[in-house]
């Protein structure tokens, strides 16, 4: 399975929002409603942020939003606060290969 | 209160074999899949395997198939990963992941701590 497609760094200040992408294929972002994104501050285990696209779990702030068009699923942070700052990974179910997930690189949030 | 704790990680030689357990807890364990993913030092997340509530519907990342088994004891809640034939890429954090659905088709929510795994003569 080969990762998913994250810009290695994005970068905002306090208030202003920002967009992260995630590119696969049609063999799991574009073929699938089963993206979710992951949130990791240092030394800390992921933290699940949405899930099936655009859904919040419970406690996620609606500050955060995903959506996918095609082959490229979208994780917005608007109203952007310090704590925000971490590693995102966005995940897909896939179908290449083998039937599994397959994870982006991660993108490095930093707010200025 | 969901709880995932893994244990079994250590310093291994490679081609050598390790067995990692989570103890699962705070949830109904045989309703939900369990995943394991890891993550190299400095690195990204990587799917490692996934197995459906009643152990139907196994998954393997295409780098440990053939090399890595996963199990449940759902009487036990716990979840399992043996590793055999044991590489130097191999070397990572393993965690523990719960599913969020009782199928593979079932994203990670939430995670454990993690047990290091080093690969390493």
């Known amino acids: 399975q080969s990762a998913l497609t994250q810009p290695a760094s994005v970068s905002g200040s306090p208030g202003q929002s920002i967009t992260i992408s995630c590119t696969g294929t049609?063999?799991?972002?574009?073929?699938?409603?089963?993206v979710s994104w992951y949130q990791q501050h240092p030394g800390k285990a992921p933290k699940l942020m949405i899930y099936?696209?655009?859904n919040r779990p419970s406690g996620v702030p609606d500050r955060f939003s995903g959506s996918k068009s095609g082959n490229t699923a979208s994780l917005t942070i608007s109203g952007l606060q310090a704590e925000d700052e971490a590693d995102y990974y966005c995940?897909?179910?896939?179908?290449?290969?083998?039937?599994?997930?397959?994870f982006g690189g991660g993108t490095k949030l930093t707010v200025l | 209160e969901v709880q995932l704790v893994e244990s079994g990680g250590g310093l291994v030689q490679p081609g050598r074999s390790l067995r990692l357990s989570c103890a699962a807890s705070?949830?109904?364990?045989?309703?939900?899949?369990m995943h394991w993913v890891r993550q190299a030092p400095g690195k990204g997340l990587e799917w490692v395997s996934g197995?459906?509530?009643?152990?139907?519907?196994?998954g393997y990342a295409d780098s440990v198939k053939g090399r890595f088994t996963i199990s449940r004891d759902n009487a036990k809640n716990s979840l399992y990963l043996q590793m055999n034939s044991l590489r130097a890429e191999d070397t990572a954090l393993y965690y523990c992941?719960?599913?969020?659905?009782?199928?593979?088709?079932?994203?990670?929510?939430?995670w454990g701590q993690g047990t290091l795994v080093t690969v390493s003569s």
């Open positions: 099936e696209v655009s």
């Open positions: 197995i459906s509530w009643n152990s139907g519907s196994i």
């Open positions: 705070g949830f109904t364990f045989d309703d939900y899949a």
């Open positions: 992941a719960k599913g969020y659905y009782g199928d593979l088709v079932s994203w990670f929510d939430p």
């Open positions: 049609s063999s799991d972002v574009g073929g699938y409603n089963y």
């Open positions: 995940s897909s179910y896939t179908s290449s290969s083998t039937l599994g997930w397959v």
